[in-house]
């Protein structure tokens, strides 16, 4: 059971704007811990899409952007387009217990 | 590149054991820890543990404490973890990830391609 809590699905046309929240706790992101998303696509590897709540790896389209504000954040993609269409993870450590890294329960994005 | 390969799919029985093996290429290795996700038929990602590769330092998530090793060899620059007592719900693909090397506020990247395991009598 994750303390990530993220919506089961979103939904968008093409060239809409979609936003994912990702909400957790005093414990993880509201301790101020870093929150990173990842995008999985069936049968691949999960591929880092924003770290450090806002940055973006070299070759990540600008289409896609984080943002953290208290116990919560969030990932943006804008211009959606249908190689989108995808399973997005937030990612944080939850410093509960004896500590951990802790996932999202998991967005799927669906391009209209 | 950077690129972690791993082992191949695993069939195994009820309270058997299973290594999935991780190497790394394209980096020092040391300089980096991996972590295990897995992800299990229609559920989302879930982190199992930590090694450092530089000292072997491990800590691993409750759910799996007593049940999983880890174990890091320099000399292949390859991780490989074992968990044992497998029960259906092990049942997932197991992928390996490098992190960021900063610590609590680390990210993972690269991950590796994935190997399934899956356990059934």
């Known amino acids: 059971q994750s303390v990530l809590t993220q919506p089961p699905s979103v939904s968008g046309a093409p060239g809409q704007r979609v936003t994912i929240s990702c909400t957790g706790s005093?414990?993880?992101?509201?301790?101020?811990?870093?929150v990173h998303w990842y995008q999985h696509l069936p049968g691949t590897a999960p591929k880092l899409l924003i770290y450090?709540?806002?940055n973006r790896p070299s070759g990540v389209p600008d289409r896609f952007s984080g943002s953290k504000s208290g116990t919560s954040a969030s990932l943006a993609i804008t211009g959606l387009q249908a190689e989108d269409e995808a399973d997005y993870y937030c990612q944080s450590y939850d410093s509960s217990l004896s500590g951990s890294y802790v996932f999202g329960t998991g967005t799927k994005v669906t391009v209209l | 590149q950077v690129q972690l390969v791993q082992s191949g799919a695993e069939v195994r029985k009820p309270g058997a054991s299973v290594k999935v093996s991780c190497k790394a290429s394209?980096?020092?290795?040391?300089?980096?820890?991996i972590s295990w996700v897995r992800q299990a038929p229609g559920q989302g990602l879930e982190w199992m543990g930590w090694?450092?590769?530089?000292?072997?330092?491990?800590k691993f998530a409750q759910k799996v404490q007593g049940r999983v090793t880890m174990m890091t060899d320099t000399s292949t620059s390859t991780v490989n973890m074992e968990l044992r007592s497998l029960r259906s719900d092990d049942t997932a693909v197991y992928y390996c990830?490098?992190?960021?090397?900063?610590?609590?506020?680390?990210?993972?990247?690269?991950w590796g391609q994935g190997t399934l395991v899956t356990v059934s009598s």
């Open positions: 005093s414990s993880n992101i509201g301790a101020s811990y870093d």
């Open positions: 394209g980096y020092t290795f040391t300089s980096y820890g």
């Open positions: 990830a490098r992190d960021s090397g900063r610590l609590r506020y680390n990210w993972f990247d690269p």
């Open positions: 450090g709540n806002s």
């Open positions: 090694i450092s590769t530089y000292n072997g330092d491990t």
